[in-house]
T-cell receptor
């Protein structure tokens, strides 16, 4: 009964490097969401994707951040030229249908930028 | 933008006590959700509320969707040590894009 799988669990990068975070949704789910959580804060919506399509990226920073959910393989959240302020926990969630509030979250990737 | 104000920020209680936390918003939400997050893990859905005035229970947990659709509360009765964690309220608007707005969280500690 595989849930939402995220890897890596922990990622350390130096300033200026690229970070790639992966998310495999639950079986049968074709809707993926990325959220970011800063210490002692709630999760903040970043982007919503369906297979091969970005549906809502209103929470994504305009520069350096991108997301994809290809036809085959996991969803990828990519952060280019990371800065210290990118350090956070990044959570992926999936759902079976659109507008389905029953989002199932992964365990997250903790990104630390040195 | 939309914001949720969750209170209290933290609670330290004795095992067996009841707990209450709430969430308010300046905006209307169509759905209210309550999640629990354990350290190093993602949030887990506890209760979902879909209609104004709705009162829903899940074991020792009870949550209500406010009549104005701008607030919700969560009660935990007879707390136990495994209730420890961070509880988040979240609201879903009408955008239908899974764009949940989360509160800041209530950290609960239970003393055995």
């Amino acid at each position: 009964n595989a849930g939402v799988m995220q890897n890596p669990r922990h990622l350390v990068r130096r300033r200026g490097q690229e970070a790639r975070l992966r998310c495999s949704p639950m079986k049968g789910h074709s809707h993926v969401y990325w959220y970011r959580q800063l210490p002692e804060e709630g999760l903040k919506f970043m982007v919503y994707l369906q297979k091969e399509n970005i549906i809502d990226e209103s929470g994504m920073p305009k520069e350096r951040f991108s997301a994809e959910f290809p036809k085959e393989g996991p969803s990828i959240l990519r952060i280019q030229q990371v800065v210290r302020g990118d350090s956070a926990a990044y959570f992926c969630a999936s759902s079976m249908t659109a507008s389905n509030e029953k989002l199932f979250f992964g365990s997250g990737t903790q990104l630390s930028v040195l | 933008g939309q914001q949720l104000n969750q209170s209290p920020q933290s609670m330290f209680i004795q095992e067996g006590e009841d707990v209450s936390m709430n969430c308010t918003s300046s905006s209307i939400f169509n759905t209210w959700l309550w999640y629990k997050q354990d350290p190093g893990e993602g949030p887990v859905l506890l209760i979902a509320l879909y209609k104004a005035g709705e009162l829903t229970s899940n074991g020792r947990l009870t949550a209500q969707f406010g009549i104005t659709r701008k607030d919700s509360f969560l009660n935990i009765s007879a707390s136990i040590p495994s209730d420890v964690g961070i509880y988040f309220c979240a609201g879903l608007g009408s955008s239908n894009t899974g764009k949940l707005i989360f509160g800041q969280g209530t950290t609960l500690q239970v003393k055995p």
